[in-house]
């Protein structure tokens, strides 16, 4: 069994740097697309960013945070991060890491990711 554990959230201004990251337990890390999802109070999950097997073509992201967050993995750490450039308050949400199986997914649909995380928070203020 895989385990997740997301870490880095926290209260920030918009526009300033935040970086997540989520730690991945288990012994075929780099075979899995990630993704990072989120969750404001009364939505429902949406799509943030994922990251899978192909190299300089890995990752894909939300139109909502395109140009705005990166995404990124260290297979050797088994971790995957995500950065937010420039958040704004309309980011504020638990935000979820999860490991889907297939390692060449780009995948946007949560019900493809197997594992998840128990998500970290994120506040963006203005």
């Known amino acids: 069994q895989v385990q997740l554990a997301e870490s880095g959230g926290g209260m920030v201004q918009a526009g300033d740097y935040l970086r997540l990251s989520c730690v991945a337990t288990g012994q075929t890390f780099s075979k899995y697309t990630m993704g990072w999802f989120r969750q404001a109070p009364g939505k429902e999950r949406e799509f943030v960013a994922g990251?899978?097997?192909?190299?300089?073509?890995?990752?894909y992201y939300a139109d909502s945070v395109m140009g705005r967050f990166n995404v990124y993995r260290d297979d050797a750490k088994n971790t995957v991060y995500l950065g937010m450039l420039s958040p704004k308050p309309e980011d504020t949400a638990v935000y979820y890491c999860a490991a889907n199986e297939d390692g060449n997914s780009r995948s946007q649909y949560g019900g493809d990711y197997v594992y998840w995380g128990q998500g970290t928070q994120v506040t963006v203020s203005s």
């Open positions: 990251v899978n097997t192909w190299g300089k073509l890995s990752t």
